[in-house]
């Protein structure tokens, strides 16, 4: 559990500079010259020549930047073009998402393959059963001080008092990140869409006509959390080019930084999405390939409280939506994290108590509750508090003989 809380901790908070670190990476990839751009099409073409591969997805970012495309390779891989957008010349390739691709990954525990969401879940989850636990346990009774840290670190004490206060200083931001996390995952992210859908809470409704599966496109990691899983708008044969379906979503109110997913098949619509930064930012538009006609515009304002509430959750979980204070306290929780992951064995090591080694005053009746309060909300960090229930009284019978 510690491990992947200190995991999570240190890449969530590389990704909060995402824009500075990648500045500081590939400086001599994104200065370009200030001129008007070429064409969607002719730039693209440009690309595929240049990497022998297919432009799937481009990226206009709101700075004075080089554009960035998706390059599906020949072999199946794919990778990020950095392009002048003045002459359509790539400045440099990198793998797909570039460095920063490879923190978002080590953040989700893709890594972990199939089991990736099921871990995140159960790490959320039982982040918030400590940080209730601990501010449950920890409440002042009279002769210890809320914070504060008394005694030298030979102590035991002055770690106990080190890793309460800054549980107790940081606890809600830290659950706060457990909390907007969870919309990511497999079995309650899904759910929660599900609820929030069926309830009318969520995106608003797809055109009719729709193809494949929900989120069945390689687009759908550009768009808001409310329509990832959305069915796609179908449309028809033909292809009207990208600079016209530019044209037809910039007529529609869309801003000057966005990502254009082509058609990756037949009736595939072009899809432009909104850059964003703060959750009113979102704005999803799909045009027909074939007949240029616009077959969804959706905004932030079209969707309901419950996506709104989700939406901007995830935004400040990312240090974007209140500005640069709020990257600050996302950081501090973060640092916050890695200071109670440290303390924690420390603590442990200098005076492991018995039993569930509850302070004077205080019965194991709240705790029990606070934890089967969340292992019913979050289900497989339920399942994962059985499972070390059954372990640790077989293990006790074993030792008992």
């Known amino acids: 559990m510690l491990p992947f809380l200190a995991w999570l901790a240190v890449t969530g908070g590389l990704y909060l500079y995402k824009p500075e670190i990648e500045r500081a990476v590939y400086a001599e990839w994104l200065s370009v010259a200030p001129r008007a751009p070429l064409s969607l099409g002719a730039m693209a073409v440009r690309v595929a020549e240049a990497t022998g591969g297919r432009v799937t997805q481009v990226t206009r970012p709101a700075q004075r930047e080089s554009w960035r495309m998706t390059v599906a390779m020949p072999d199946g891989t794919r990778r990020t073009a950095f392009v ?32 990736s969401n099921a871990v995140i879940e159960i790490v959320a989850g039982w982040t918030i059963v400590l940080v209730l636990t601990g501010v449950w346990l920890w409440w002042p009774r009279g002769y210890s001080p809320a914070i504060g840290v ?11 008092d080190l890793h309460a206060s800054t549980g107790i200083v940081a606890g809600a931001v830290i659950l706060f990140l457990a909390v907007t996390g969870m919309p990511w995952s497999g079995v309650w992210g899904s759910g929660l869409q599900g609820i929030i859908a069926a309830q009318g809470w969520g995106r608003p409704k797809s055109p009719a006509a729709t193809k494949g599966g929900d989120g069945d496109h390689h687009g759908a990691a550009t768009l808001p959390w409310s329509m990832q ?27 000057v930084d966005w990502t254009m997913t082509l058609p990756a098949s037949p009736n595939a619509p072009y899809l432009l999405s909104a850059t964003i930064a703060r ?22 304002a079209y969707f309901g409280v419950g996506a709104r509430v989700v939406e901007w959750g995830i935004a400040t979980h990312q240090g974007q939506q209140l ?30 108590p018995r039993g569930l080694g509850l302070p004077p005053g205080r019965s194991g009746r709240g705790l029990i509750a606070l934890m089967a309060g969340a292992g019913l909300l979050f289900p497989l960090t339920g399942l994962t508090m059985l499972a070390a229930l059954v372990v640790t009284r077989m293990a006790r019978r074993v030792a008992s003989g």
């Not at 890695?338 to 005076?351: E, F, S």
Request: hydrophobic share 45%.
């Open 279 to 300: 959750a009113d930012d979102a704005h999803v538009v799909y045009v027909d390939a074939g007949s240029g006609r616009v077959l969804q515009d959706a905004r932030a």
């Open 323 to 352: 500005g640069e204070a709020n990257r600050l306290i996302m950081l501090g929780g973060c640092i916050a994290i890695l200071m109670l992951v440290a303390t924690a064995p420390v603590m442990w090591v200098k005076r492991r």
């Open 229 to 255: 899983r959305a069915a796609v708008p179908a449309g028809h044969t033909g292809d009207i080019g990208p600079d016209r379906a530019l044209s037809m979503a910039m007529a529609r109110g869309m801003g």
């Open 84 to 115: 002048d957008p003045g002459d359509g010349r790539v400045l440099g390739t990198t793998r797909a998402g570039g460095v920063m691709g490879v923190v978002r990954e080590l953040h989700s525990l893709i890594i972990a393959g199939p089991l």
């Open 150 to 160: 008394r005694g030298q670190p030979r102590e035991r004490r002055f770690w106990r």
